[in-house]
């Protein structure tokens, strides 16, 4: 592109208000800022700034020039990010923070011993956008609508049940109905379907307690607190280590877990990754005399 380090200095000097910020920040002198922007405006045929005592203003055309140059700087900056990544040895991962927390952290150190991939792990549900951020790719349960853009590998079903400390448990089996219901406020229709999709008689006892996020529901349900909503892959570990059990068995939610990725930024370590964590999620279906 031609005047390209005109743009750059027109974009640095509009944004810091200031030629002498500007040059500061180019590591040029205020003359050579000047010049730069001169070179730009006789390309252009415009007046970009105008002089108001020493301070330099932007006109209209500068105003609606630099929203475009904002837009460019972005997207080349994201550009630069995205080709390294193609290149480095990492890769930058969001995931649904429970399933991070209890499911993935716990397994992790065993993909970074087959690979030598340095996994860079963010939390976060829901929407998710891909390239802009810098992320390579992001893990998500398929409960809100996904752009065709992206790529969508499916991982494992969802399957859900209560799950309760075997103490609690004991201390409630008798009369389920003083089970204490244990909700998240990042899902708070859970139990409402499960109970729904049940028939179950505690349906009416409303004894809950809602907690700011699933991570605290089932740690209180291993503290023996109450009963909370769990999703297979969150709680496999616990029902293995008999810190938890589901005397209700577990059913299909309907939903999924899905690796989401963009079809431009798709190389060997992301395939690996990904292919690996389907790996993974793929036995954690519960047991048939699990299942409800």
């Not at 890769?91 to 397994?107: A, D, F, H, I």
């Not at 590998?153 to 409630?172: A, F, I, N």
């Not at 809602?210 to 616990?238: I, K, N, R």
Request: with cysteine.
């Amino acid at each position: 592109m031609r005047h390209l380090k005109a743009f750059h200095t027109f974009h640095i000097a509009a944004s810091s208000f200031s030629f002498s910020d500007a040059a500061a920040k180019l590591h040029i002198t205020h003359g050579a800022v000047s010049k730069q922007i001169k070179i730009l405006e006789n390309y252009l045929g415009m007046s970009l700034f105008y002089k108001e005592g020493r301070k330099a203003h932007l006109t209209q055309e500068g105003k609606l020039l630099l929203q475009y140059t904002e837009e460019a700087f972005r997207t080349l900056k994201t550009g630069v990010k995205r080709a390294k990544q193609l290149n480095n040895n990492y890769l930058e991962v969001s995931c649904e923070p429970t399933l991070t927390m209890r499911w993935l952290m716990p397994r992790l150190s065993e993909f970074n011993d087959l690979s030598g991939l340095d996994i860079r792990l963010s939390t976060a549900g829901g929407p998710v956008t891909l390239g802009a951020t810098g992320l390579s790719m992001a893990i998500r349960r398929d409960d809100f609508v996904l752009s065709d853009e992206y790529i969508k590998q499916p991982l494992v079903e969802e399957w859900v049940g209560p799950v309760m400390s075997k103490e609690y448990w004991d201390s409630v089996s008798n009369d389920p109905s003083k089970l204490l219901l244990l909700h998240s406020q990042t899902r708070p229709l859970a139990w409402a379907a499960w109970l729904k999709a049940t028939d179950q008689p505690f349906e009416k006892t409303r004894q809950e307690q809602t907690f700011a996020h699933f991570y605290f529901c089932f740690q209180a349900a291993v503290d023996g607190l109450g009963a909370a909503l769990g999703s297979y892959p969150l709680v496999v570990d616990d029902l293995k280590r008999g810190r938890l059990i589901a005397p209700y068995g577990f059913i299909r939610s309907g939903h999924r877990y899905i690796a989401i990725s963009d079809p431009s930024m798709v190389n060997g370590n992301q395939t690996a990754f990904s292919n690996w964590i389907a790996e993974q999620l793929a036995v954690c279906i519960p047991e048939r005399h699990e299942m409800g």
